[in-house]
C-alpha cells in the first residue's frame, strides 16, 4: 500500500492494475485517511521535477480497540496442549443496570487445524482495526498490503513474516467467541447472548513483482471482512481509542494485555483502580489459571515492572478484600495511574468535530463492566439511575450512611427498577433485608474470625521468635564458656568434672565427651560465675 520508515510515509512507485475493481477507493483517500491526529503533511520534489506526498509520522499514532474484547480475552497467553483448543472462562456477573447478579460465560474456541489466537496475533488485531480506522469505518471490508501491515507491525519483509501474517489471518478467522451475559450493546444498554468470529473472510494476494512509475500506483489486492458482531460494535462507537505507539512499544505480552485492560479503566482522568488478583489474571488477561495467588503475582511483576519503567503506572500494591468473593479470592491489586497521559477520547473526538470524519467516535458513557468506588452516595446514585434532583435532595437531607445502606440492600432486594426501589427505601426508611442482615452477620463473623487468627498468629510468631532467641541465647553462652574451659588450669578443670558428675550419678553412662556431661559441666561453671567464685573469674 505504502512504505513505511521511521518518520514519514511515501507512495511507493506502484502501478495502478488495470483491472482494478470499480467500486475501490481512490488511492489518494487512502493517502489522507492515514493522517494521524496531529500528524505533520508535506511535500518533498522527486525526481523529474514531480512532487511527493509525505506524512511525518513522529507525532502520535493512534488506533482503535473494541471494548468487550478489551474486557474479556481471545489470545492465550501460555502455550496450550496441541489439542486444547477452547478457553472458558465463567463468573457471577452484576447487572450495570438492574443491579441482578447473572451467570456468565466467555468461551474461546479454536479451530482444530490452526489453534487458538496468540499476543502476536493480537497485536495483528489492532493493525487490522488501525487499517479500519483509516478508511472510516464505513465497510467491514478492508483492502490492506501485507508489506504494510508487516511494516507497522515492525517486523521484516521476508517469507517468514508473511508466513507469520498468514497464520493470524488464519486463527482470527478461526476462532469462535461464544459469550453470555458477557458482550455488552452499547444501543441496547444491556448483555447480548452470541456467537461470533473476530473476521468473517481474508484474501490475500501477491503484489505484482517490479518497479513502477510514481503516476502508477497501485491498490493493494488483499482484503479482509469484520464479523457482523463485530462491525456493529464498532458503528455503535463502543470502541476507544488506543495509543499504538506506546502499546506497540511494549516487550512483554502481558504487559500489552494489561495495558489495554488497564487503559480503558482509566478513563475520564480516573488515577486509581482496583480489582481481585484471581478475576484479574483469568478472566480478564488470559493468563493461565492456577490456585497460587503467589505464582499470579510472580508472573505480574514483569508486566508491571515495565508498565511503571514507561511512566503508564505510578503504584502498584496488594492488600484484602473488604468483601472477598471466594476464600481463596481474598488479595486485590491496586494500580495508581500517572496522569501525564493524555486523554486520547477528547484528542480524538475534537479531531472528528475539527475534520467532519465519518470515523464513529468512542462512546463516553462510563464502563459499564467497571466496579466505581463504594464510598461516593452521589456517584453510586447516578448510576442506578436516580434523577439528578432526587439525587441533590438526599444529599442535603439524608445521611450518607442511610444512603449508603439503602444502596448497598439494593442488591438482596432484587428490584426490576433499581432507581425507583431505592428511592421509595429512603423516603420510607425500610428496614434492611433479612438477607443481607444475614450476610452482615455472617460478613462480622468471618471478619472476627480472621482477626481471631491473625491474633493467634501473631502469638505463635512471636512464641517461635523468643524460642529461636533463647536457643540463640544459649548457644552463645554455651560458646563463651567453652572458650573459658579451654583457658582453664587442670586443678579447677578437675573440680569441675567431679561437681558434674556427682550431679549426673547414673545418668553418666556416655562418659565426659557425652553433650549430656558437657552440659552439667557448663551448668556448674555458671553457679561458680554466679557465686563469684575465683576457681572461675
Not at 491496586?334 to 468535530?353: D, G, P, Q, V, W
Not at 427498577?417 to 444475614?438: C, G, H, L, Q
Not at 450476610?439 to 482477626?451: D, G, H, L, M, P
Request: charged letters at 30%.
Amino acid at each position: 500500500m505504502f512504505e513505511r520508515g521511521d518518520n514519514v510515509i511515501q507512495k511507493p512507485e506502484k502501478q495502478k492494475p488495470q483491472d482494478m475493481r470499480e467500486d475501490a477507493p481512490d488511492f489518494s483517500q487512502v493517502v489522507e485517511s492515514f493522517n494521524l491526529e496531529g500528524a505533520r503533511v508535506s511535500t518533498r520534489q522527486g525526481k523529474a521535477g514531480k512532487q511527493k506526498r509525505v506524512i511525518h509520522t513522529d507525532s502520535l499514532r493512534l488506533g482503535k480497540d473494541e471494548m468487550n474484547l478489551i474486557e474479556h480475552p481471545f489470545a492465550v497467553l501460555w502455550q496450550k496442549e496441541p489439542n486444547d483448543n477452547i478457553m472458558a472462562l465463567e463468573w457471577d456477573a452484576r447487572h450495570p443496570k438492574n443491579g441482578k447478579v447473572v451467570p456468565a460465560s466467555w468461551t474461546v474456541a479454536g479451530n482444530p487445524d490452526f489453534g487458538l489466537p496468540t499476543p502476536t496475533d493480537e497485536r495483528v488485531y489492532l493493525v487490522l482495526l488501525e487499517l479500519t480506522r483509516e478508511a472510516g469505518f464505513d465497510s467491514p471490508t478492508v483492502r490492506f498490503s501485507r508489506y504494510d501491515i508487516c511494516k507497522r507491525l515492525g517486523w521484516g519483509i521476508s517469507a517468514k513474516t508473511y508466513t507469520m501474517l498468514q497464520g493470524a489471518f488464519d486463527r482470527l478467522k478461526g476462532v469462535n467467541i461464544t459469550a453470555k451475559n458477557a458482550f455488552w450493546n452499547p444501543k441496547s444498554q444491556s448483555f447480548r447472548n452470541t456467537g461470533f468470529n473476530i473476521i468473517d473472510y481474508y484474501d490475500i494476494n501477491a503484489e505484482p513483482p517490479g518497479r513502477k512509475s510514481c503516476e502508477q500506483i497501485e491498490l493493494p489486492l488483499s482484503w479482509f471482512k469484520w464479523s457482523d458482531v463485530m462491525f456493529d460494535s464498532f458503528q455503535s462507537g463502543y470502541i476507544r481509542t488506543l495509543d499504538l505507539t506506546f502499546a506497540f512499544g511494549l516487550k512483554g505480552d502481558i504487559a500489552m494485555r494489561l495495558y489495554r485492560y488497564l487503559d480503558k479503566k482509566a478513563y475520564n482522568g480516573r488515577d486509581t483502580f482496583e480489582i481481585e488478583l484471581f478475576t484479574l489474571c483469568i478472566e480478564h488477561l488470559g493468563m493461565k489459571p492456577t490456585k497460587y495467588p503467589s505464582k499470579l503475582k510472580e508472573r505480574l511483576q514483569r508486566a508491571h515492572d515495565e508498565l511503571k519503567e514507561k511512566n503508564f503506572l505510578r503504584e502498584v500494591s496488594y492488600g484484602q478484600m473488604k468483601k472477598p468473593l471466594q476464600k481463596h479470592r481474598s488479595i486485590k491489586v491496586c494500580y495508581s495511574f500517572n496522569a501525564h497521559h493524555l486523554n486520547l477520547e477528547e484528542n480524538a473526538a475534537s479531531s472528528t468535530r475539527n475534520e467532519g470524519a465519518s470515523t464513529p467516535g468512542t462512546l463516553l458513557f462510563n464502563d459499564p463492566t467497571t466496579e466505581q468506588p463504594q464510598s461516593d452516595p452521589r456517584e453510586r446514585m447516578r448510576q442506578i439511575g436516580v434523577s439528578p434532583e432526587t439525587i441533590e435532595e438526599f444529599l442535603q437531607t439524608v445521611k450518607h450512611e442511610t444512603l449508603g445502606l439503602q444502596l448497598d440492600c439494593l442488591l438482596d432486594r432484587e428490584p426490576k427498577d433499581a432507581a425507583a426501589t431505592f428511592v421509595k427505601a429512603v423516603r420510607e426508611n425500610w428496614a434492611a433485608p433479612t438477607k443481607y442482615t444475614k450476610n452482615q452477620v455472617a460478613e462480622t463473623s468471618e471478619k472476627k474470625r480472621q482477626a481471631h487468627q491473625e491474633t493467634e498468629d501473631q502469638k505463635k510468631a512471636q512464641q517461635e521468635a523468643a524460642k529461636r532467641q533463647e536457643i540463640a541465647t544459649d548457644e552463645a553462652d554455651a560458646t563463651r564458656l567453652d572458650a573459658l574451659w579451654e583457658e582453664m588450669d587442670n586443678d579447677t578443670r578437675d573440680h569441675i568434672e567431679t561437681e558434674a558428675r556427682d550431679r549426673l550419678g547414673v545418668l553418666l553412662q556416655e562418659g565426659k565427651n557425652s553433650p549430656r556431661f558437657a552440659a552439667m559441666r557448663r551448668n556448674v561453671m555458671r553457679e561458680l560465675q554466679d557465686q563469684k567464685s575465683p576457681e572461675i573469674s
